[in-house]
């Protein structure tokens, strides 16, 4: 059976963030964390997705400094990763690269947690990916460090 192009590309990106990352210095928290009202987030998608993208923020402050990750809290990215992904693949331009890469840096916890193998440095760019969505879905483009392509 063939695997879907979504899965080839989490595994390409986790084995490039498990060898980019291996010798970084994982335990400084490396984003903000806000947790703004879900009506502070933009109209459409952003409103829509908002709780999704508040617990991807709320488990990743939970993931700890690797090896094992707390089975509820693995759950909890489950969900809120599964919920996000068909939104974010209809979402407007404006908001789809800081949304797309929300999604893939939650997958890569996921993968890594599965098998066994979780890395500090993933979880850093999840709370990174986490800080930028919630800057553009509340504050606009222009306020995320997500490039627009």
Same mark, same amino acid.
């Given at each position: 059976?063939? /695997? $879907? ?7 390409? +990106?986790? =084995? ?15 984003? !903000? ?13 952003? !409103?829509?997705? =908002? ?9 990743? !402050? !939970? ?8 089975? /509820? #809290? ?15 693949? =209809?979402?407007? $331009?404006?908001? %789809?690269? +800081?949304?797309? %890469?929300? #999604?893939?840096?939650? @997958? ?14 993933? @979880?850093?760019?999840? %709370? ?7 800057? #553009? ?9 997500? $490039?627009? $392509?």
């Amino acid at each position: 059976m063939r /695997a $879907p192009a979504s899965y080839l590309l989490l595994l390409c +990106a986790a =084995a490039l963030v498990g060898c980019s990352n291996s010798n970084s210095n994982s335990s400084t928290p490396t984003a !903000r964390f806000s947790q703004p009202p879900v009506t502070a987030f933009a109209e459409g998608t952003c !409103r829509t997705v =908002a709780s999704d993208i508040l617990s991807l923020g709320s488990s990743a !402050r !939970r993931l700890g400094n690797g090896g094992e990750v707390d089975p /509820a #809290v693995l759950t909890e990215l489950e969900q809120a990763q599964g919920n996000l992904r068909p939104l974010v693949e =209809a979402a407007e $331009p404006t908001y %789809k690269p +800081a949304l797309d %890469k929300l #999604v893939i840096a939650a @997958g890569l916890v996921r993968l890594q947690a599965r098998v066994g193998n979780y890395q500090a440095a993933t @979880g850093d760019n999840l %709370k990174k990916t986490y800080a930028a969505a919630v800057d #553009v879905c509340t504050k606009g483009p222009s306020s995320s460090a997500t $490039p627009t $392509p």
